[in-house]
């Protein structure tokens, strides 16, 4: 073959792979700096990360939290927690990890490039009354008995009365759709505006049927574009439309949600630890095991939910699990109420994850079982809103 020639083929392959790596969508967060990545978990001398933790008392408080509300959880990592307290107390200098004997293993992401995905979950707080009146019209109900191989009924026939007379109703709600989004975080606050404390309304159970995503039945009809759906467009989409319609959205999911009334009672994970927000996340356990300690490095939004190119390192704990959290994928714990719900509602970005673990622990510990987890849903209960899969 003419040297000119082999000289233009080898330019134009150099401009096919930079095209294609421009090519790769970076709108959400996805970084593609630290090249392909072949293992779930690599060691690495230090994070390629700029900044330091910008939570350290928030990661303090939780490990504090971990400590008082699970001894023996607390007891199999504490030597981990002390060693990044102390790395934390020193600046928090990434460059300085194994100086305080922590190793730092940097996760694959779902796409081999170091992308993890986050999303995020919170508690929200509604308003009800004990008994129906006025705009307080929608039930929450309680678990109900469930025979042997008896079937609860679907979403469509317990919004139709198939639970009513049954004295399982809780309370009553002046929204249907702010019930739903109850359901989907699987706990909540219940304000029964008589001046009493709020009840804390944790998860009580699941009527057994498919949960389907209304997010993709929106995309699938055409009323929100995909690049747009998140819990806000959800809710923007139900105050421009009528109780029937928004019924009728909802009734295709029939999967259904039950409570259990707590009083005086904080937000718990599956390790029934009390969540700290923006400290706590929830994992898959077969992968990320109860109290691994995260670097994160978590892309940062603005007030529409729109990537804004930069980024935060965080410091946190795996203490949850959630029914959609599989993989290289975590769903972060953003607090309580409107404000929470708001940040919550947009993430679905993409970031990068270090596990830091004590020189002392081998990397094979990484891999757990399932059975070390309570279930697919936690102490929350959240089951994450699934937009468009």
């Known amino acids: 073959m003419n040297k000119h020639w082999v000289h233009y083929l080898f330019i134009g392959l150099v401009f096919a792979i930079l095209a294609g790596c421009s090519s790769r969508p970076t709108d959400r967060g996805q ?30 408080d939780q490990v504090t939290e971990t400590q008082y509300a699970s001894a023996s959880l607390y007891r199999r990592n504490s030597a981990n927690f002390e060693a990044v307290e102390r790395w934390v107390q020193a600046g928090g200098d990434t460059r300085q990890l194994a100086q305080f004997g922590i190793k730092a293993y940097q996760m694959e992401g779902v796409d081999n490039f170091g992308n993890v995905q986050f999303t995020g979950y919170y508690t929200p707080v509604i308003q009800a009354r004990y008994t129906r009146q006025g705009a307080f019209q929608y039930p929450l109900y309680r678990m109900p008995p469930r025979g042997k191989n008896r079937k609860l009924p679907e979403r ?43 009840m804390f309304f944790g998860y009580g159970g699941r009527n057994g049927h498919a949960y389907r995503s209304i997010g993709k039945v929106l995309i699938d009809r055409g009323e929100i574009a995909r690049a747009d759906m998140s819990m806000q467009a959800i809710r923007q989409w139900a ?35 009390p969540l700290v927000a923006k400290a706590a996340v929830a994992s898959d356990r077969s992968l990320v095991p109860a109290g691994t300690t995260l670097l994160a490095e978590v892309p940062l939004l603005d007030d529409k939910g729109k990537f804004t190119g930069k980024y935060e390192l965080r410091l946190m704990v795996a203490l949850d699990v959630g029914g959609a959290i599989k993989g290289q994928h975590f769903d972060m714990y953003q607090g309580i109420g409107t404000e929470a719900g708001h940040a919550a509602g947009y ?43």
């Open 347 to 389: 993430y679905n970005h993409y970031g990068r994850v270090w596990v830091l673990k004590g020189n002392q622990t081998s990397a094979s510990l990484f891999q757990t079982t399932n059975a070390n987890s309570v279930g697919s849903q936690g102490a929350t209960g959240q089951v994450q809103l699934t937009y468009d899969d």
């Open 239 to 273: 105050s421009r439309h009528s109780e029937s319609e928004v019924r009728e959205l909802l009734e295709q999911n029939p999967s259904y949600v039950f409570f259990k009334p707590i009083p005086f009672a904080p937000v718990k994970g599956a390790s029934a630890v």
């Open 31 to 60: 970084q593609y700096k630290d090249g392909h990545l072949t293992q779930p978990f690599g060691l690495v001398n230090e994070p390629n990360a700029k900044g330091r933790p910008v939570n350290a008392k928030d990661f303090a």
């Open 156 to 198: 469509a026939a317990i919004y139709a009365g198939a639970l009513e007379g049954r004295n399982l109703a809780i309370a009553y709600s002046n929204s249907l759709m702010d019930n739903f989004m109850m359901e989907v975080q699987g706990s909540g606050y219940v304000d029964y505006g008589d001046g009493r404390p709020m």
